[in-house]
């Protein structure tokens, strides 16, 4: 994702928690221009290759690297 794929390397990231009484579960994301990866509150993991799927629609959490997912997750909960 992004070149290397390196996940530490984001011209912006954000934590959101959304979804609060809207039908959508409670949720924390990072997004960055090349990806967006979000944990919900249930669990339930996505990451979306922002580039090659510019609107979302392949969640591909389950075929990348073990790594790179942990770092993702990783620095969403320091930005918590």
Known sequence: FGGDGAPGK??????????????????????????????????ERELYDRRADPYETENVVDRADPAVVAALSARLADLA
Do not use: C, H
């Open 10 to 43: 984001y011209r912006k990231a954000e934590g959101q928690e959304k979804g609060k009484g809207n039908g959508i579960p409670p949720f924390r994301a990072l997004r960055s221009t090349d990806l967006l990866y979000v944990e919900y509150a249930s669990g």
